[in-house]
């Protein structure tokens, strides 16, 4: 599974930006996908996730109310609408893909979880 990422770039604080990430193969839909996020020196860090099985969505608490994560089946694409934007929320934005079949919720939020990851996009906010 091949994952493409765009719609970074460079905001205020306080603004928008929306992600996508486009996904190759054909049961897309099955696929539960993920958003995390690499700031300079840290560790890969959790932002949302959304089942494939009924697209149920579930964030990390510092994006909860601020970010909105959504999937376009048809499309093979998910979505991160990002509002509210902080200078916190600088980092590269990576999208995953977990393909291997049915997995226990509370796993989702760990990026071993996940076997395809895209190239990232860059956020930056600025204050």
């Known amino acids: 599974v091949q994952l493409q990422a765009s719609g970074g770039g460079v905001v205020q604080a306080g603004g928008s930006l929306r992600l996508s990430c486009v996904a190759s193969?054909?049961?897309?839909?099955?696929?539960?996908m993920a958003w995390f996020l690499q700031a300079p020196g840290k560790e890969r860090e959790y932002v949302a996730n959304?089942?494939?099985?009924?697209?149920?969505?579930y964030y990390a608490d510092s994006v909860k109310g601020r970010f909105t994560m959504s999937r376009d089946n048809a499309k093979n694409t998910v979505y991160l609408q990002m509002s509210s934007l902080k200078p916190e929320d600088t980092a590269v934005y990576y999208c995953?893909?977990?393909?291997?079949?049915?997995?226990?919720?509370?796993?989702?939020?760990?990026?071993?979880?996940?076997?395809?990851w895209g190239q990232g996009t860059q956020v930056t906010v600025s204050s």
């Open positions: 995953a893909a977990h393909t291997g079949g049915r997995t226990i919720t509370s796993t989702m939020r760990n990026p071993s979880v996940y076997e395809n």
């Open positions: 193969g054909r049961t897309f839909r099955q696929y539960d």
């Open positions: 959304i089942r494939g099985r009924d697209s149920r969505v």
